[in-house]
């Protein structure tokens, strides 16, 4: 297995807090992974360690054969959209995209302007003006048009209601499809990484306790659908 993301006994710690913690794990490349576990688990942390945001307090980290954030080059592979879908509220749609190019060196102008009208996104609207689902797609636009080998999203439709949840998960699916990516996507909403993933890896007290392909894992437990998988993996791992 090619792994687009490698990590050994990695740990992340805040003063004397342990966010992560002897976590090995390792992310198929290729793949639209998701990443789900409790609170607390480390998901977030993990995700920031691997978008080069953290640096590790111990163990090792890989991402794309290299350490993350080290270089530009490097920093400029990786794309990432936070819980929150960071946007600016005082600028256009257009003006996201025309910051967007300035900020990165392999930024596909075309496939920007592409999904922006495609999603019916207005240039001269502001983004404070843009609904949740509006304001989601617009931070995946700027993920994607980054054109990274690998995309990292963290909670990306947690606020958003069902239907801008499903418009969402969609676009990222169709867009992972055309475009090659490896995705990894954490999520508590195990119903919704269902729709788009074909790997699963469940993280709980910064441990994997489960990992492997959505239809293997389906396999070999009969009878059982996807959450009933994840819940019970994250039971026994709470046990432990």
Not at 111 to 123: F, K, N
Request: charged content about 20%.
């Amino acid at each position: 297995m090619t792994a687009v993301l490698e990590a050994h006994a990695l740990g992340r710690k805040y003063g004397r807090r342990w966010a992560l913690r002897e976590c090995t794990v390792a992310v198929p490349a290729g793949r639209v992974v998701g990443l789900v576990g409790p609170n607390g688990a480390g998901k977030t942390t993990l995700l920031k360690l691997a978008s080069g945001q953290l640096g590790p307090t111990t163990g090792d980290l890989a991402v794309l054969g290299g350490r993350p954030g080290n270089t530009p080059a490097q920093l400029a592979r990786v794309g990432f959209v936070a819980q929150d879908t960071p946007v600016y509220p005082g600028l256009t749609v257009a003006e996201h995209l025309r910051l967007g190019a300035r900020l990165n060196p392999r930024w596909d102008a075309s496939l920007a302007r592409e999904r922006v009208a495609r999603l019916g996104l207005a240039p001269g609207r502001r983004a404070g003006r843009l609904s949740g689902g509006q304001r989601a797609q617009l931070a995946l636009t700027l993920g994607l048009a980054k054109r990274p080998e690998l995309l990292i999203l963290d909670e990306p439709v947690a606020a958003l209601d069902p239907l801008a949840r499903r418009d969402f998960l969609e676009g990222l699916g169709e867009a992972a499809a055309a475009h090659g990516l490896s995705v990894l996507l954490s999520s508590h909403l195990v119903a919704d990484l269902e729709r788009i993933c074909d790997h699963m890896i469940v993280l709980v007290g910064s441990r994997v306790r489960l990992a492997g392909d959505v239809a293997g894992l389906l396999a070999s437990r009969p009878g059982l659908g996807l959450e009933d998988v994840v819940l019970a993996a994250m039971h026994e791992g709470a046990g432990r």
